[in-house]
């Protein structure tokens, strides 16, 4: 079942590629709790799982491109474009994670 569209997705996006400071900050403010949640109950370790959000976050922002409000909603698109493909670091303490890069450092899509 693929979860509806939303006129918030569609605004959503485009304040992604419009503003992108205020779009990455309204999406982590819609998003950034469940996706948390989801990453803290998997590692069960708290910096991994923040580590894990903003790997998320980072990835929806690159390919933010490919996103088709016809195949459903930003959320759904979202954890199919992110949490599949991402290696969890289920066995490695937090401390061994490579550096987190920030929210800040990322530019506008091409």
């Known amino acids: ?11 959503l996006v485009a304040l992604l590629r419009e503003q992108p400071a205020a779009g990455i900050a309204a999406l982590y403010d819609r998003y950034g709790r469940l996706i ?16 894990i959000t903003q ?15 016809s195949q459903g909603s930003l959320a759904a698109w979202g954890q199919k474009t992110s949490l599949p493909t991402r290696k ?11 550096p987190a890069r920030t929210l800040a450092s990322l530019t506008k899509p091409a």
């Open 55 to 69: 790997d998320v976050f980072m990835r929806c922002w690159r390919n933010l491109d490919r996103y088709q409000p």
């Open 88 to 98: 969890l670091p289920i066995h490695r303490p937090a401390h061994s994670l490579p």
């Open 1 to 11: 079942m693929t979860a509806a569209v939303t006129a918030s997705d569609v605004e």
């Open 36 to 51: 948390f949640s989801m990453a803290l109950r998997v590692v069960q370790d708290r910096g991994a799982a923040e580590e």
